[in-house]
């Protein structure tokens, strides 16, 4: 049965564990973040690994390439690749939500929390669904970018292997949201967001 944002307002069958203004999102997932779980093991293991990535790829290509170039490299990397990637990151999430059968799908940044996001307005969507689309974008492009690491010479290793790393910290959101379901998974959550009211509900079902 397909739940609608109005059954939740039944408190014989659900409750409200979570209410996340986007507003306080920073705190929220500096919070989750911090939380000492296998998850967030992995999520920083993965920064470790691949700054060291990064890092190996630059002392190999030391003397090898004009320094212009390995500058032009690294402020591709570093800077302007991340930018770019932004709103194909946010379009997965899109395309995510939309896949997961979400119509009124909205994307918004708050420039004074430095933060993109993509909202599906009074859609309720169930645990699963949730982190198929926190996932999905981390996946892909880590995987695409490993490929092209892998495949194309020199300086583009470089610049690909910094913005591996960085788009891997632009995830944090998204792994922070991970382990908010991770500590909570012996619950039955559903959540949904109110985008006018820039309000995100979690509710277990009791």
């Known amino acids: 049965m397909v739940l609608r944002v109005e059954d939740f307002d039944d408190q014989s069958r659900f409750r409200q564990i979570q209410a996340i203004q986007y507003s306080d999102l920073v705190g929220f997932v500096l919070d989750y973040l911090r939380r000492k779980t296998w998850l967030m093991v992995l999520f920083w293991s993965l920064c470790i690994i691949f700054i060291s990535i990064a890092l190996t790829v630059r002392m190999n290509i030391a003397g090898y390439f ?21 709103p194909v990151h946010e379009f997965m999430h899109v395309l995510a939500f939309w896949l997961t059968g979400a119509k009124r799908i909205r994307v918004g940044a708050d420039l004074k929390q430095y933060i993109f996001y993509v909202t599906a307005h009074r859609h309720v969507i169930k645990a699963g669904q949730f982190k198929f689309v926190a996932l999905v974008p981390f ?21 690909l292997s910094i913005l591996l790393f960085v788009h891997t910290t632009m995830c944090a959101g998204d792994f922070a949201l991970l382990n908010f379901y991770h500590i909570n998974r012996h619950r039955k959550i559903y959540s ?15």
């Open 139 to 159: 996946l892909i492009i880590s995987f695409s970018l490993i490929a092209l690491i892998i495949y194309l010479p020199g300086l583009w290793k470089w610049s």
């Open 66 to 86: 004009l320094f212009r170039n390995i500058l032009f490299h690294s402020l591709l990397g570093f800077i302007i690749s991340p930018i770019l990637l932004i």
């Open 192 to 206: 949904w967001d109110d985008a006018d009211e820039k309000i995100a509900y979690f509710y277990e079902e009791i």
